[in-house]
T-cell receptor, first 113, second 114 residues
Framework: EAGVAQSPRYKIIEKRQSVAFWCNPISGHATLYWYQQILGQGPKLLIQFQNNGVVDDSQLPKDRFSAERLKGVDSTLKIQPAKLEDSAVYLC???????????FGEGSRLTVL | AQSVTQLGSHVSVSEGALVLLRCNYSSSVPPYLFWYVQYPNQGLQLLLKYTTGATLVKGINGFEAEFKKSETSFHLTKPSAHMSDAAEYFCAVSESGGYQKVTFGTGTKLQVIP
């Protein structure tokens, strides 16, 4: 069974530029999560999808971050414009029927200069 | 609202010694509790989980954790540390029912000294 795929693994941009991250969850998993992990901290939930609907985006900075999950499969997270404090690892995870059991991708590390 | 608190951002143990990583939770409904492990430059991997039933749960790599409702705790233990256990460990909580929102603690980095 293929795991959660994320790309790119690494991205370096300057502040005020834009960036997009892509995630392909495990086949059949209805729930998809985007977490932000700043160095030395635990993952913080940015947005959670159930199929292609948003169930929680309370911590997503909506003035600069956006996310979509078209057709209930893969998802894209966009940041525009980026700030220095957006430097972090962006983790995508998916889950199926087993409550709370998340399968994570390797993450996308963003450095904003 | 749900949350977890992990005591100690860094823990050092000698190889062969007991590993104890502490986690306390807060939840307004019966919780589901998890421990995840993260190796450098990798995503998180599930170590073990408690949902219902037996309060002592066993996970991969010899780890186990005990759900204590009276203490709102879910501490992670391993009788004998191995060098390969060096990693960062995250406690997490999800409320039973609802949309499976999972909230993570701030993590504990385990160092194993030879």
């Amino acid at each position: 069974e293929a795991g959660v795929a994320q790309s790119p693994r690494y991205k370096i941009i300057e502040k005020r530029q834009s960036v997009a991250f892509w995630c392909n969850p495990i086949s059949g998993h209805a729930t998809l999560y985007w977490y932000q992990q700043i160095l030395g901290q635990g993952p913080k939930l940015l947005i959670q999808f159930q199929n292609n609907g948003v169930v929680d985006d309370s911590q997503l900075p909506k003035d600069r971050f956006s996310a979509e999950r078209l057709k209930g499969v893969d998802s894209t997270l966009k940041i525009q414009p980026a700030k220095l404090e957006d430097s972090a690892v962006y983790l995508c995870a998916s889950s199926g029927l087993s409550a709370g059991e998340l399968f994570f991708g390797e993450g996308s590390r963003l450095t904003v200069l | 609202a749900q949350s977890v608190t992990q005591l100690g951002s860094h823990v050092s143990v000698s190889e062969g010694a007991l590993v104890l990583l502490r986690c306390n939770y807060s939840s307004s409904v019966p919780p589901y509790l998890f421990w995840y492990v993260q190796y450098p430059n990798q995503g998180l991997q599930l170590l073990l989980k408690y949902t219902t039933g037996a309060t002592l749960v066993k996970g991969i790599n010899g780890f186990e954790a005990e759900f204590k409702k009276s203490e709102t705790s879910f501490h992670l233990t391993k009788p004998s540390a191995h060098m390969s256990d060096a990693a960062e460990y995250f406690c997490a909580v999800s409320e039973s029912g609802g949309y499976q929102k999972v909230t993570f603690g701030t993590g504990t980095k385990l160092q194993v000294i030879p």
